[in-house]
T-cell receptor, first 111, second 112 residues
Framework: RKEVEQDPGPFNVPEGATVAFNCTYSNSASQSFFWYRQDCRKEPKLLMSVYSSGNEDGRFTAQLNRASQYISLLIRDSKLSDSATYLCVVNNGGGSYIPTFGRGTSLIVHP | NAGVTQTPKFQVLKTGQSMTLQCAQDMNHNSMYWYRQDPGMGLRLIYYSASEGTTDKGEVPNGYNVSRLNKREFSLRLESAAPSQTSVYFC???????????FGPGTRLTVL
């Protein structure tokens, strides 16, 4: 089982829709979590960190569920410009400094 | 501030040639990383440097070497390029190992 798993999609949604992605991780010692956005042929850019209590940034909400070992990203009122690949990243504790990326979830927002 | 810069942006090599990918960051970050990204495989960590003076293997280190030249610079070397190393290479840096990473624009490498 891969350490960090994401549904590759694509998620194809109309403008204005609400869409949610999950990302599961296998290492219970994981300590920090992030969502990145990657546009086609560009570098990944941080979308938001994921905090234990959950956090919101405008239309984006991130949640962490340690018991079930997953993080989620909710996008409300989708815009055409939200079309991208969304990568989750898990940083493990226990002396390992290796961040692990999921393979990404593709989102396509159509008019 | 330029953030993370990478050179070259594009490169074509023949099998067996060597080359070095350069990466520099101006954010005074302690940790630096080299990834490769292939279709359907996501980002895979090749090597990382948790702090100046240290380097460690990541998930796919075979065929690569790295040098943390100083706090700013982290280079990736391919000693004898193979077609399997055709990929997009990203360098990244972070203040500490568990912080957000900032990525360079990538190097698109083709090995014929």
């Amino acid at each position: 089982r891969k350490e960090v798993e994401q549904d590759p999609g694509p998620f194809n949604v109309p403008e204005g829709a609400t869409v949610a992605f999950n990302c599961t991780y296998s290492n219970s010692a994981s300590q920090s979590f992030f969502w990145y956005r990657q546009d086609c042929r560009k570098e990944p850019k941080l979308l938001m960190s994921v905090y234990s209590s959950g956090n919101e940034d405008g239309r984006f909400t991130a949640q962490l569920n340690r018991a079930s070992q997953y993080i989620s990203l909710l996008i409300r009122d989708s815009k055409l410009s939200d079309s991208a690949t969304y990568l989750c990243v898990v940083n493990n504790g226990g002396g390992s400094y290796i961040p692990t990326f999921g393979r990404g979830t593709s989102l396509i927002v159509h008019p | 501030n330029a953030g993370v810069t990478q050179t070259p942006k594009f490169q074509v090599l023949k099998t067996g040639q060597s080359m070095t990918l350069q990466c520099a960051q101006d954010m005074n970050h302690n940790s630096m990383y080299w990834y490769r990204q292939d279709p359907g495989m996501g980002l895979r960590l090749i090597y990382y440097s948790a702090s100046e003076g240290t380097t460690d293997k990541g998930e796919v280190p075979n065929g690569y070497n790295v040098s943390r030249l100083n706090k700013r610079e982290f280079s990736l070397r391919l000693e004898s390029a193979a077609p399997s190393q055709t990929s997009v290479y990203f360098c990244a840096s972070s203040e500490a190992w568990d912080n957000e990473q900032f990525f360079g624009p990538g190097t698109r490498l083709t090995v014929l």
